[in-house]
């Protein structure tokens, strides 16, 4: 899979390790080249019993594990929503080139739950400057009582146009590495044309963009099915476990690469 043209993104399920040595030369291969993510179970006593039984070899520490994983630029998650949640994003996006991440949406309580969640994977929100909090609030229009300062809180405001021109704005500035966008509730499902200009965005700033759609629940299938490029996910949690993810991977190949 790894010398796999057709293969851009590698999970696993793994329980034990035969032959240790090996995987770290192969893993420090491959993840050269494409993001490997996986899932490591037996990580307690009791469950790194049955693995043993189960495979007939020694299952080991997990912390061990896990240095193991660090090391070679595997990503480990720990449920199996994050395994697809992640994968999917690295298969549309690009690694992070730095922790440094933009929110805007509709709502204020997502605001803060998502800067809670990238904020504990240790990714960064900085403000935004006075000058550049009044380009945004000119040039997209937000209602007087807007936040603007990162995350942006547009305020219950459900207009796509000062929703999409925060995002072409603030991707455009050199000390954001990636945006999550919180679509609104409506208009249900978005517009087709909204989807196309962060499609757009994304492509042309060549950072990471994430789609959280909370609405509904069926609302993440719906606008995940208008959408190739970039990845919709249905709670502020999930995006900020996978911009991690994003970053801890860009920061190993940063590291690895001359």
């Not at 990503?75 to 994968?87: I, Y």
């Not at 509904?216 to 719906?222: A, K, Q, T, Y």
Request: proline share 7%; net charge neutral.
């Amino acid at each position: 899979l790894g010398n796999d043209p057709a293969t851009h993104v590698i999970m696993g399920y793994i329980e034990s390790l035969r032959d240790g040595e090996k995987f770290v030369r192969v893993a420090r291969e491959v993840t050269m080249k494409k993001p490997v993510v996986v899932m490591k179970f037996g990580r307690t006593q009791k469950g790194s019993l049955a693995a043993s039984s189960h495979t007939g070899a020694l299952a080991g520490s997990h912390a061990v594990y896990s240095s193991v994983f660090r090391q070679t630029g595997v990503v480990e998650v720990t449920r199996t929503q994050d395994l697809l949640n992640v994968a999917m994003a690295f298969s549309m996006q690009p690694p992070l080139r730095g922790p440094r991440i933009a929110s805007v949406g509709a709502s204020g309580g997502f605001a803060v739950a998502v800067t809670d969640y990238l904020e504990e994977h240790g990714l960064e929100v900085p403000s935004f400057s006075v000058e550049l909090q009044q380009r945004i609030r000119n040039e997209a229009g937000t209602m007087p009582y807007a936040s603007v300062r990162n995350p942006i809180d547009l305020a219950a405001d459900l207009r796509p146009e000062p929703l999409l021109k925060c995002a072409e704005i603030v991707l455009q500035q050199d000390f954001i590495d990636g945006l999550i966008v919180a679509l609104p509730s409506r208009p249900y499902p978005p517009a087709e044309e909204s989807i196309r200009t962060l499609e757009r965005l994304h492509l042309s700033s060549h950072k990471p963009v994430l789609i959280c759609y909370y609405a509904r629940p069926e609302g993440v299938g719906v606008i995940q099915r208008m959408t190739s490029r970039i990845p919709v996910y249905g709670n502020p949690e999930a995006v900020g476990q996978v911009m991690s993810a994003l970053h801890q991977y860009g920061e190993y190949l940063r590291r690895n690469t001359g």
